[in-house]
């Protein structure tokens, strides 16, 4: 997923991340929204805990604020009662990729 792309579903599996794990034990179950704010491909033989946690380049970052900004609008239509529409309106791959 390229940096700062947005990826929104209702409900899915924990993905092996240990965050999510924990809010369905929390939960109980699968079922909640959740957006994904990508970071980009991890490159060859780097470490992916200090990839995700690394900095990015100065055009990165400005993808990076794009997405965060996308994902409050995003919440705002989750919230709404548009899951739907969130899905359609910021699933969609950006036109340069």
């Known amino acids: 997923m390229g940096v700062g792309q947005l990826r929104i579903r209702a409900k899915g599996s924990a993905g092996g991340h240990n965050g999510i794990k924990n809010i369905i034990a929390h939960l109980g179950g699968q079922v909640f929204p959740r957006i994904k704010v990508g970071v980009g491909e991890k490159p060859p033989k780097y470490d992916l805990a200090d990839y995700v946690l690394g900095h990015f380049s100065k055009t990165e970052q400005e993808l990076m604020s794009e997405g965060y900004d996308n994902a409050v609008k995003a919440v705002e239509l ?9 899905m359609n309106e910021y699933n969609r791959k950006k036109k340069d990729e």
Do not use: C, G
């Open 78 to 86: 989750i919230v709404s009662d548009q899951m739907s529409e969130a």
